[in-house]
């Protein structure tokens, strides 16, 4: 590591952008937090209501659904939808409906390697091919990754 004198570091001028732009900055670097922010806050939202939704029983057509009270509420289907695609709107998220997160999660858990026999278990559904549609999205995430990659 090469020595600084004294000399060195009292000549050393380091030239500064003007005020304005500084100021300028300082604002851009305030607006990106505050977003960065707000998306955190927007992201942590929807997983807390992809958790707080609980499987459908499959004789009555009625949800069980964790508020932020920690009470618990009954929901029809109908009732249902209409909160999620209300959240959705607050949240800026169009198309918000249950079998959209339903399918988020599943394709998440097959893109971090869950095992389609598990995820056919977690869906309740009686026949592996059901199933496997839900994994036709990851087929084409595995053909392009194979083409960009491989060749």
Same mark, same amino acid.
């Not at 600084?4 to 005020?19: D, I, M, S, T, W």
């Not at 807390?48 to 499987?55: A, N, P, W, Y």
């Not at 079998?99 to 389609?116: C, E, N, Q, S």
């Given at each position: 590591?090469?020595?600084?004198?004294?000399?060195?570091?009292?000549?050393?001028?380091?030239?500064?952008?003007?005020?304005?732009?500084?100021?300028?900055?300082?604002?851009?670097?305030?607006?990106?937090?505050?977003?960065?922010?707000?998306?955190?806050?927007?992201?942590?939202?929807?997983?807390?209501?992809?958790?707080?939704? /609980?499987?459908?029983?499959? =004789?009555? !057509?009625?949800?069980?659904?964790?508020?932020?009270?920690?009470? @618990?509420?009954?929901? +029809?289907?109908?009732?249902?939808? /209409?909160?999620?695609?209300? =959240?959705? !709107?607050?949240?800026?998220?169009?198309?918000?409906?249950?079998? @959209?997160?339903?399918? +988020?999660?599943?394709?998440?858990? /097959?893109?971090?390697?869950?095992?389609?026999?598990?995820?056919?278990?977690?869906?309740?559904?009686?026949?592996?091919?059901?199933?496997?549609?839900?994994?036709?999205?990851?087929?084409?995430?595995?053909?392009?990754?194979?083409?960009?990659?491989?060749?």
């Amino acid at each position: 590591m090469p020595k600084v004198n004294r000399k060195q570091v009292e000549g050393f001028c380091a030239p500064l952008p003007p005020k304005e732009l500084q100021d300028e900055f300082a604002q851009f670097y305030k607006q990106a937090d505050k977003s960065k922010f707000e998306l955190r806050q927007a992201i942590e939202k929807i997983n807390s209501l992809i958790k707080s939704l /609980i499987v459908k029983s499959p =004789l009555r !057509r009625i949800h069980k659904v964790k508020t932020c009270k920690t009470v @618990k509420e009954t929901y +029809t289907d109908e009732a249902l939808e /209409i909160r999620l695609r209300t =959240l959705g !709107r607050k949240l800026n998220i169009h198309k918000a409906y249950p079998h @959209k997160f339903r399918r +988020t999660l599943v394709t998440m858990a /097959i893109d971090k390697g869950m095992p389609i026999e598990q995820v056919q278990q977690l869906l309740r559904h009686q026949s592996i091919d059901t199933t496997l549609q839900y994994a036709m999205v990851n087929q084409a995430n595995v053909k392009a990754s194979h083409r960009k990659y491989i060749g």
